[in-house]
């Protein structure tokens, strides 16, 4: 499983980016798509945009930018394989997310800042291993941090979870211990140079 990638795009309008491929080509039903839906507090999800995602990919896993398990059912409900929530949303939204659905994948946002100082977040993912499912996305936007922090993470916390890398870089690092990494999500540029 550790080969398994995903198409790693963000929503903007009714295109995804990099590239500005529309939503509803068809070179995205022989894709695997990470879907990232940037939207500000109190918006609302683009659902007509999901749905027509939700039907034109072969696999879609959503990072709405939510800590509300109800806009991931409403996910879901569009056509989403996986959707993706926040690990600093409250426990009983954890919970009542993962107790829903078992396509919830917690989602660790991970920034410099976390690597100064790692005992909060690494405390918080050690609680939720035992009270969530397995898969956790992390994901960064400046590059050389995941590597780094991969080789700080404590064993205890990288064997309880199956991890959904998605590394600023756009593609894949060289990790070591890399037998619990699930996938990838890589710049959707890598695939559609190949369709």
Do not use: Y
Request: hydrophobic fraction near 40%.
């Amino acid at each position: 499983m550790p080969d398994s990638k995903w198409s790693r795009f963000v929503l903007s309008g009714d295109r995804l980016l990099p590239s500005s491929i529309s939503i509803s080509d068809k070179r995205l039903l022989r894709l695997d798509v990470m879907l990232e839906i940037r939207r500000k507090e109190g918006q609302t999800l683009p659902i007509s945009a999901l749905k027509t995602l939700g039907r034109n990919c072969s696999r879609l896993l959503v990072d709405p930018h939510t800590d509300n398990h109800q806009d991931l059912i409403d996910c879901i409900m569009m056509g989403s394989s996986l959707v993706c929530i926040d690990h600093r949303a409250q426990f009983k939204e954890l919970q009542s997310a993962h107790a829903t659905s078992q396509n919830i994948v917690v989602k660790l946002e991970l920034n410099s800042e976390m690597l100064e100082n790692p005992e909060d977040h690494l405390a918080r993912l050690e609680t939720l291993s035992d009270m969530v499912g397995e898969l956790i996305m992390v994901k960064t936007r400046q590059p050389g941090i995941l590597e780094e922090w991969w080789i700080d993470l404590p064993r205890s916390i990288r064997s309880s979870w199956r991890w959904i890398m998605a590394p600023a870089e756009g593609e894949k690092l060289p990790l070591k211990n890399s037998s619990r990494i699930h996938s990838w999500a890589l710049s959707g540029d890598l695939f559609l140079s190949d369709l």
